[in-house]
């Protein structure tokens, strides 16, 4: 400490008058008072970060002085894509042109499998053999009658009236 400053709490002591020095000049910091900059202080807390890493990498990657070649699995950096909204943003414009839809995808399989191609647009799903099962649509009970309205399929005198009564006045009008 200075010599200035342990006078100026003496005489604070010392007199029971008000003081008349501004509060920040009776309290400081040890870092101010012995002369560190807080500028300085994070300097030499980057340099020290700096060492530290550079003592956690300090041996080389084996994989890159070996001679062995290792596959890089089409990965090249000219070829990957961003990931996330940027992609969007980026290849937006890029990606439209390149888009195919289903006949430009079912012309280069033809081009390129011409037998099993034409397959395709012969075979069909047979007819079916089961009768469709028409259900009430009130209860779903197998029914037996239908709405004359609209031709909705109800079960019994009950489903016809909660049918008339509720969703058939709906869709007449």
């Known amino acids: 400490m200075s010599s200035t400053t342990t006078s100026l709490k003496r005489t604070l002591k010392t007199s029971s008058t008000a003081v008349t020095e501004p509060r920040s000049t009776l309290k400081r910091s040890a870092r101010n008072e012995s002369g560190i900059k807080a500028e300085e202080v994070a300097k030499f807390r980057q340099i020290n970060f700096q060492r530290t890493l550079d003592s956690d990498n300090l041996f080389e990657d084996p994989s890159k002085k070996s001679n062995i070649k290792t596959p890089d699995f089409g990965l090249k950096e000219e ?52 009768r469709t099962i028409k259900l009430c649509e009130t209860c779903w ?16 005198k009950k489903c016809y009236e909660t049918h008339k009564d509720l969703r058939c006045n709906k869709l007449v009008r």
Not at 81 to 103: M, Q
């Open 141 to 156: 009970m197998a029914s037996t009658l239908k709405c004359a309205v609209c031709n909705a399929f109800l079960c019994q």
């Open 79 to 130: 070829k990957i894509k961003p990931v996330g909204r940027a992609s969007k943003r980026a290849l937006g414009a890029t990606d439209a042109r390149y888009r195919k839809n289903f006949e430009q995808r079912r012309h280069e399989f033809l081009v390129k499998n011409p037998n099993e191609g034409y397959m395709y647009d012969i075979v069909t799903a047979p007819s079916p053999n089961t």
